[in-house]
């Protein structure tokens, strides 16, 4: 286990000292001329005008929620896969028809879920659905 | 990698004649240089691969491209790479300092470390992970978390919106990306990338059935795999931003996106794990769906074998003895084959830039959610039914999979045929001029 994994370790310190490294040679030999305009947040050349972070669309709430429904559910579909290649290779206890069938019921109220939301709207984005969620003007 | 570096130490050993009492210490610096060799791959893999993109975009445009530095410009990018050092290091006074210098740190950590399970050969690999498979895709997530740092943190406009539109895209592409490489987990039995590439074989005892030929490769296993291939494809072209899913960073609508604020060589950071990106969509398809880095007729041996009988591969009728120079050879010709499989790849992800206009963002979303994951599920279960009734050793399963190859062997001279129909009709010169 550790083994097997230490490369992963060495390659992620190697990575960051390296990202490290550049950034440190970066600001050293790099010209250092601040001015109050340069600091400035880009707006297209103008002043930036109120506060970046307003209210923001909830259709990407929805897609962060579904995307852990799912997600969650792929993650588990990948154990899943190797206990169904084992039981085609007869080495599990379970026949392979019986492994299928848990996997399509499992799916099958995922599906259902999907339709649902499908139903509900929460995968409409074009501009004539949720009028007043893309966007944060005011008054919605 | 410890495969790997016994490998190298055996290597030294009798090629180059290191003495063994040396080998601690070599194989301490080894690992390190490894580690080491990986990262900056990843680097210069981005920077070739920049060369080769503005190249092909100025063929297909019909400009040159640059061509200045080094032989045919193929330096340039070690001069952008300079030149990005260089330039001042701008953070807005707006800006939440700590997450806006982390940001570029986890983009490139993702992908770098993406790399580690990704073989390139039989033995050139940073680590074989059982499950490897699931690490990838896991890791190079840790993108998107620096894709939304990024854009909160610049506490701009255009970078929000970038930093959430990209979030979005990418945390919905996973999905159907993640369930397109299943069917290669359930053919093979395992999530360990090397297993994978080594499962894509039919039978050792004859060279025209031995592993690497295209009729062994999963992407011709059935009609539906082919489908698979297809949705991973897209789904890993809108996980890299590339066109026609470069919403993030549209550049007529939201100047850079989650970069924006960016300067110097933090937003270099961006632009290398960007294209470095590329590498692992590439590998990922060469690996799951054409056979990764075997050479055709050659047969891998087995575990057992190995132990039975020593490291010897055959190859129409030759046995090869896997040592000194002969390993050297091996492992340098299925790299050659990996490469070319890659190139080939990364090469339509290229073209696609340069040839199809942008989605807009409804019509994005609905790609991933209406269409392609239920169509991965129903692949997924048609495959499922497919395996059952053709085993992969029967000789039904092994015509089929050859009707296949051939059907993508016409696609394939379609494609080029077509290719070339249109740069003639451009009015431009086809070189080599051979080809069809």
Redesign the interface.
């Known amino acids: 286990m550790l ?6 370790f ?7 000292g ?3 490294f ?2 440190v ?3 050293l ?6 001015s ?1 305009v ?7 050349g103008n002043p ?1 005008s109120g ?3 307003e209210r ?2 909830v ?2 709430y929805l ?2 929620i ?2 852990l429904v ?2 969650i559910e ?2 588990f ?2 154990p899943w ?2 206990v ?3 039981s ?2 007869g080495a599990g206890t379970l026949s ?2 019986l492994v ?1 069938v848990e996997m ?1 019921v499992f ?1 099958g109220i995922l ?1 259902i879920g ?1 339709a649902y939301a ?1 139903r509900k709207g929460a ?5 004539e ?1 949720g009028k007043g969620l893309e966007t944060t003007t005011a008054g919605h | ?2 495969d790997l570096v016994s490998f190298l130490n055996s290597q030294l050993q009798t090629v180059f004649g290191l003495s063994e009492t040396l080998f601690p210490y070599v194989a301490a610096a080894m ?2 240089a ?3 060799g ?3 791959f ?2 210069v893999y981005a920077g070739v691969f920049i060369f080769f993109e503005r190249r092909i975009a100025g063929r297909i445009m019909s400009r040159i491209g640059p061509n200045r530095v080094g032989p045919q410009g193929l330096l340039q990018f070690i001069a952008d790479a300079v030149k ?12 939440d300092r700590p997450l806006f210098k982390l940001a ?2 986890l983009m ?2 993702g992908v ?2 993406g ?2 399970v990704l073989p390139f050969s039989h033995r050139v690999i ?5 499950v490897g ?3 990838v895709l896991a890791i190079t997530s840790i993108t998107v978390v620096g894709v939304l740092m990024s854009g ?1 943190a ?7 919106f970038g930093g ?1 539109r990209s ?2 895209q990418l ?2 592409y ?2 159907p990306s ?2 397109a490489l ?1 069917p290669a ?7 360990s990338t090397q297993e994978i590439i080594m499962a894509q074989a039919g039978s050792p005892e004859h060279a025209l059935t031995a592993g690497g030929w295209p009729w062994n490769w999963y992407i011709f296993h059935s009609p539906m795999m082919f489908v698979c291939f297809v949705i991973f494809f897209i789904a890993q072209l809108a996980e890299g931003a590339r066109l026609p899913f470069d919403l993030p960073e549209g550049e007529s609508e939201l ?1 850079s996106g989650y970069n ?2 960016y300067s ?3 937003f ?2 961006y632009f290398t794990a960007e294209f470095a990106n590329t590498w692992i969509a590439g590998a990922l398809c060469v690996i799951v769906f054409f056979g990764g880095w075997q050479i055709p007729g050659a047969a891998v041996p087995s575990a057992e074998a190995i132990a039975a009988s020593g490291a010897t591969w055959t190859w129409f009728g030759y046995s090869i003895e896997y040592a000194g120079w002969g390993a050297f050879w091996l492992e340098a010709l299925s790299f050659l084959f990996f490469i070319v499989k890659m190139a080939g790849v990364v090469f339509i992800i290229i073209q696609l830039r340069w040839t199809v206009p942008r989605v807009r ?2 019509q ?3 790609i991933c ?2 269409y392609l ?2 169509l991965t ?1 129903a692949c ?2 048609l495959i ?1 039914g497919w ?2 009734v053709l ?1 992969w050793e029967s000789t039904a399963a092994l015509v089929v999979r050859i009707v296949m190859a051939l059907a993508g062997a016409v696609l394939l001279a379609l494609y080029a045929w077509r290719v070339r129909y249109n740069i003639h009709s451009a009015g431009d010169k086809v070189y080599p001029h051979w080809i069809i």
């Open positions: 083994q097997s994994h230490l490369p992963l060495l390659v992620l310190v190697v990575a960051l390296l990202g490290v550049i950034l040679v970066s600001s030999v790099g010209p250092k001329r601040p109050a340069k600091a400035d947040a880009f707006e297209c930036p506060y970046a972070r923001f669309g259709k990407f897609v962060a579904l995307f799912f997600d792929a993650v579909i990948y896969a190797i169904f290649s084992d085609t290779r392979p028809l299928v399509v799916v599906m999907l499908w995968l409409e984005w074009g501009p659905h | 990698m410890q690992v390190l490894i580690a080491f990986f990262t900056v990843a680097a990005l050092i260089f330039k001042e290091d701008i953070i807005p006074t707006s800006a570029p740190y490139f950590i770098v470390a790399f580690a940073a680590a074989d992970l059982n498979l699931l690490y909160w610049s506490n701009s406009k255009w970078a929000l959430m979030a979005a945390v919905s996973e999905i993640g369930l299943l987990v359930l053919l093979s039995g395992s999530l100047v924006t604020e110097g060589f933090r270099g950071a963002i409804d994005m979303m609905t959610w209406k994951l239920p599920f997924l279960f499922l395996m059952i085993p």
